[in-house]
């Protein structure tokens, strides 16, 4: 029998693949950034083929770290960056463009005219989103309209669509897989949460032809098989999740009131609501988790646009440390942000603000400012966006949450993670495998063949590495949050 699971974690700034036991423990992983693509300001696009390249590169490397072969692999899952769009032809497999990246703005117009036309309502009881350009389906438009003749091929079957999953299960299968699952159908905007199915009435407003969408099913789902040639056996491509959904999945978040928050790129807090679906009043969004079969799982989340990206751009973009790793030593040399607040606002505001036109800000600034106060006020913007969706969360859910389990990058810094129970009075919890995006997506694929029996067996693999409690007193912590809330304001409606 194979005795391995192996992952694909294809994110927005890098991509992985990890080859798990059957305890969860990863035995061989490799990881390779990709080029950002800036095309204007608050547009991102990234290169689809560098998507798929760089994915095939650390498959390769990744079994050769494990010591093991095709052979030994009892199936493959699939967790991808949401939202991210991408176009291609059904005979070759050829992008028709660069996949527009979910933190692009490129249609905000878009969005601010349908939302004129009073749209979001309707828009927002069917898919439990907003009209933000975050989504997919303006992207689809977009690009439809940016070639002549593109929008008559999609309508005839000739273009594809697919979030990332669906880009790389089309490449993997050597183009006999159109499909996606629920999890990632949801963040579109043309997927109805209730009847579980793409909506005429949505595709109608968006302007997206039928024939260019893929197939949908439950996470945990034999999608199909590699095809000959791209390793030397036929695997069982048998999980498929949208990155935070699969992390959920990783935490073994499986009952309601449970929540986990992923500190990557940007900052995704999700919280199980289990089978009814629960309108967000203040400023949250209603998704889909990841399913087994066709019973649906809800989660209410915060989307958070920028988290560890802002140590990106301390390192690229201001050059203030060489090594994103450096940046908790730097922050740690002083007890505080001597006042100065930072909302890394840099492609808008997602949850619960929701305002494109919001740009980054620092203020609070003084000459006695220094290098080691920009970091540590970068490091705590992390944790009071956090703040931000908790808050909402809590007053949706009627709910008092009482711990967090966090992964991700950035879930290693323990400056961070000791602000944040700080900030939330809530007791954080990290566990011993911190890539549980990777996880989860073989924990799916690793059901949907056998490999694991259940969600208790799964459960049971969950381990602590390190629980930090919340020290701060609850008259600093709030007072510390309204200064915050302040900087917000100053930073809102900057490009409008």
Known sequence: MPQYILALDQGTTSSRAIVFDHAGRAVGSAQQEFAQIYPSPGHVEHDPEALWSSQWDCIGRALTAA????????????????????LWERDTGRPVANAIVWQSRITTDMCQELKRQGLEPLVREKTGLVLDPYFSATKIRYLLDQQPGLRARAERGEILFGTVDSFLMWKLSGGRIHATDVTNASRTLLFNLHTLEWDDELLKIFGVPRAMLPAVYPSSYVFGQTAGGVFDRAIPIAGAAGDQQAATFGQACFEPGSAKNTYGTGCFLLLNIGERPIVSQNGLLTTLGCTRSAQPLYCLEGSVFVAGAVVQWLRDGLGLIGNSSEVEALATAVPDSGGVYFVPAFVGLGAPYWD???????????????????????????????????????????????????????????????????????????????????????????LAVGYWKDEAEIAANWALEREFQPQMAPAERNERHAMWRRAVERSRGWAG
């Open 356 to 446: 494109p036109d919001a740009r980054g800000t620092i203020i609070g600034l003084t000459r006695g400012t220094q290098r080691e106060h920009i970091a540590r006020a970068a490091i705590d913007s992390i944790a009071f966006q956090t703040r931000d969706v908790l808050d909402a969360m809590q007053l949706d859910a009627g709910l008092n949450l009482q711990q967090l389990k966090v992964d991700g990058g950035a879930s290693r810094n323990n400056l961070l993670m000791q602000f944040q129970a700080d900030l939330l009075g809530v007791t954080v919890h990290r566990p011993v495998i911190s890539e549980t995006t990777a996880l989860g997506a073989a924990y799916l694929a690793g």
């Open 67 to 86: 010591k093991t072969s095709a052979s030994q692999i009892a199936a493959i899952g699939v967790t991808n960056q949401r939202e991210t769009t991408i």
